[in-house]
Structures are given as C-alpha cells and as structure tokens.
C-alpha cells in the first residue's frame, strides 16, 4: 500500500485548501491525521469501511470534508475556516489487512491504521 499526499501550504486565517492523497492498494478504512508540534498524532476525518460513513473530529465538523473519487483512487480533505490552531503536518492513513477490524472499531485513534502517507504541512496564519 502507498500513500501519496500533495495539497499542503500555508494560508491566511479564514482560508481553505484542499488535501489530496493518491491511495494505492487494497485498503479498509481510510482518512486524515495530524499531528501538531511535540503533540500525538490525532485523527482529523475517516471513511469507515464497511459503513461508508464519514467521522470527523469535533475540532474540525462543519469545517472539514473528507470525500474520495475511486476512479482516482484518491482521497480529498476539504478544509474551510480555517484557523491558527489548525496548523500541523497532515497524514494520510489507511488501514489494511488485520488492521480493518480496529479501525472499524475505533476509527480515529491513530493506533487503528498501519499505512501511512509521508506528511504535509498546513500553516494557518
């Protein structure tokens, strides 16, 4: 499984940009992480496999959009409003093999995934 995020940079308080992460495998759950400076990595947004349903953490809904194109095989993190205390590296994970059942269970906790992009860093100023 690969992992390949782009769309990070730095933007102004108030702005949006657009996550993108080509997934390249056999993948369960997928979503975003970030992981501020000297902070655990903690979950932004997951698709849950088997419900298709969205989960977002409460720091990001109604600011946030995960959504994915399978004939891309990417998946997308929509960010809007975006404040100062959003600014971190983010990460795209999936969840593959064993793991599937964990990230079902318990599909923001970073423990749940095995397969992680390289990072990306957003800056919100």
């Known amino acids: 499984v690969q992992l390949v995020e782009s769309g990070g940079g730095t933007v102004q308080t108030g702005g949006s940009l657009r996550l993108s992460c080509v997934v390249s495998g056999l993948t369960y759950s997928t979503g975003w992480f970030r992981q501020f400076r000297g902070k655990e990595r903690e979950g932004v947004a997951v698709?849950?496999?088997?419900?298709?349903?969205?989960v977002y953490a409460d720091s990001v809904k109604g600011r946030f959009t995960l959504s994915q194109d399978n004939d891309k095989q990417t998946l997308y993190l929509q960010m809007n409003s975006l404040k100062p205390e959003d600014t971190a590296v983010y990460y795209c994970a999936a969840a593959t093999g064993m793991a599937a059942a964990q990230a079902y269970r318990d599909p923001l906790k970073k423990d749940s995934y095995n397969s992680w992009g390289q990072g990306t860093q957003v800056t919100v100023s």
């Open positions: 698709i849950v496999s088997g419900t298709g349903n969205t």
